[in-house]
C-alpha cells in the first residue's frame, strides 16, 4: 500500500518505502491521476527511501506518466539519496512541460517548501 498525504489542496506526496512494483506504481499514478481530476492542476512530491529497488521498466513506465500527464502537473520534487535517481529526474526536466527539482534526504524540507508553492506563489 502506497503511503500519500496531502501537503495542500494542490499539492499530494508519497513515500517510496518498498521496491518498486507494477501494481505499487499503478497505486501511485491512480492517487495522482484522483488528484488531477479533484483540483485541475497538481504539484507532485516523492521521497524514496533508502535501501528501496527501482527496476528500469519501471522507471520508463515512470517517465512515460510524467509525459502523459505534464499539462497537468505543474512542480514534482524528488528526494532521494540515490544520485542515478536525481540524475535521472534531472535529465527528464528537459522533455517534460513539469519543473522538476531534485533533493537529497537531508534537503526534505528545502524540497516541500518549494513544491508547496502554487504555480503563481514564485517566479519562474
Same mark, same amino acid.
Given at each position: $500500500?502506497?503511503?500519500?498525504?496531502? #501537503?495542500?489542496?494542490?499539492?499530494?506526496?508519497? $513515500?517510496?518505502?518498498?521496491?518498486?512494483? /507494477? /501494481?505499487?506504481?499503478?497505486?501511485? !499514478?491512480?492517487?495522482?491521476?484522483?488528484? =488531477?481530476?479533484?483540483?485541475?492542476?497538481?504539484?507532485?512530491?516523492? /521521497?524514496?527511501?533508502?535501501?528501496? !529497488? =527501482?527496476?528500469? $521498466? @519501471? #522507471?520508463?513506465?515512470? %517517465?512515460?506518466?510524467?509525459?502523459?500527464?505534464?499539462? *497537468? =502537473? !505543474?512542480?514534482?520534487?524528488?528526494?532521494?539519496?540515490? @544520485? +542515478?535517481?536525481? @540524475?535521472?529526474?534531472?535529465?527528464?526536466?528537459?522533455? =517534460?512541460?513539469?519543473?522538476?527539482?531534485? *533533493?537529497? %534526504? @537531508? /534537503?526534505?524540507?528545502?524540497?516541500?517548501? +518549494?513544491?508547496?508553492?502554487?504555480?503563481?506563489? *514564485?517566479?519562474?
Amino acid at each position: $500500500m502506497v503511503s500519500s498525504f496531502q #501537503l495542500a489542496n494542490h499539492v499530494v506526496g508519497v $513515500m517510496i518505502d518498498q521496491n518498486i512494483t /507494477e /501494481e505499487f506504481l499503478g497505486e501511485i !499514478h491512480n492517487i495522482v491521476l484522483s488528484k =488531477i481530476e479533484e483540483f485541475g492542476h497538481i504539484n507532485f512530491f516523492c /521521497e524514496v527511501l533508502e535501501g528501496n !529497488h =527501482i527496476p528500469f $521498466m @519501471s #522507471l520508463m513506465e515512470e %517517465l512515460k506518466f510524467k509525459y502523459d500527464n505534464s499539462q *497537468y =502537473i !505543474h512542480k514534482v520534487a524528488v528526494v532521494t539519496n540515490q @544520485s +542515478w535517481l536525481r @540524475s535521472v529526474m534531472n535529465i527528464t526536466d528537459l522533455v =517534460i512541460q513539469s519543473e522538476i527539482k531534485t *533533493y537529497e %534526504l @537531508s /534537503e526534505r524540507l528545502d524540497a516541500i517548501t +518549494w513544491v508547496s508553492q502554487s504555480k503563481h506563489d *514564485y517566479l519562474g
